[in-house]
């Protein structure tokens, strides 16, 4: 059992939230020395914000402004200050749609992380099994990495590798590429938060 303290966790997802419950479950067994203080959402029904309740977990739904992709200044400001009040360590982007610009991030530099369907730097952006699929790649996979200002860019924190299987669709490679990132988003966050993972040589986080 580590020895470290209880980091704080904020979780930005948009969808069903599979990864936050992932997350909150390493979390109670205790395997990742953390605990989730916030999720928010930019989609007022999403399941996340359900799963998070049902765990005791505080969530909100922050309106996201009058853009499709991205936050508007107003939002932006709201997401910050509602990650400031929650006091987090970190922020977790858990199926966020969202593309978020340098005034979140610079709130929370080299602090942000996310997990894409692919291995980055392939398939950027949006179904990222279904582009692996049509490209015809044998083996694909999952991605941890450090949110920069591009899309799917950051620095690699984790990597893993599923295999595409002849008889595969576009459903059932989603699938498999989901049970690899419950497994890896959450040892990844683990050993980020331990100081353990480097980048280029240099250390991708250090908590004071
Ligand atoms: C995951 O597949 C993740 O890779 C992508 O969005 C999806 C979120 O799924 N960024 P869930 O809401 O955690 O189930």
């Given amino acids: 059992m580590s020895e470290q303290p209880l980091r704080?966790?904020?979780?930005?997802?948009?969808g069903k939230g599979s990864n936050f419950v992932a997350i909150a479950e390493a979390c109670a067994?205790?395997?990742?020395p953390?605990?989730?203080a916030l999720v928010v959402s930019d989609v007022p029904d999403a399941a996340i914000l359900e799963r998070a309740r049902e765990r005791g977990v505080?969530?909100?739904?922050i309106p996201p402004g009058r853009f499709?992709?991205?936050?508007?200044?107003?939002?932006?400001?709201?997401?910050?200050?509602?990650?400031?009040?929650a006091r987090v360590d970190l922020v977790v982007l858990a199926g966020f749609m969202r593309i978020l610009k340098s005034e979140f991030?610079?709130?929370?530099?080299?602090?942000?992380?996310?997990?894409?369907?692919?291995?980055?730097?392939?398939?950027?952006?949006?179904?990222?099994?279904?582009?692996?699929?049509?490209?015809?790649?044998?083996?694909?996979g999952v991605t941890v990495h450090l949110v920069?200002?591009?899309?799917?860019?950051?620095?690699i924190l984790a990597q893993a590798a599923v295999p595409v299987l002849?008889?595969?669709?576009?459903?059932?490679?989603?699938?498999?590429?989901?049970?690899?990132?419950?497994?890896?988003?959450?040892?990844a966050i683990r050993s980020l938060l331990a100081g353990g993972i480097t980048f280029k040589g240099r250390r991708a986080l250090r908590l004071g």
């Fill in 8 to 14: 704080r966790l904020g979780v930005l997802g948009s």
């Fill in 29 to 32: 067994r205790r395997e990742l």
């Fill in 34 to 36: 953390a605990e989730i």
């Fill in 58 to 61: 505080p969530a909100r739904y």
């Fill in 68 to 85: 499709r992709t991205k936050l508007d200044e107003e939002a932006e400001a709201a997401y910050v200050a509602a990650m400031r009040e």
């Fill in 105 to 140: 991030l610079s709130a929370f530099p080299d602090r942000v992380v996310n997990i894409h369907p692919a291995l980055l730097p392939s398939f950027p952006g949006l179904e990222a099994w279904k582009q692996a699929l049509d490209y015809g790649v044998k083996v694909t």
């Fill in 148 to 155: 920069d200002a591009g899309v799917d860019t950051g620095p």
């Fill in 166 to 187: 002849d008889s595969d669709t576009p459903a059932s490679l989603h699938e498999r590429i989901q049970e690899v990132e419950h497994r890896l988003y959450p040892e």
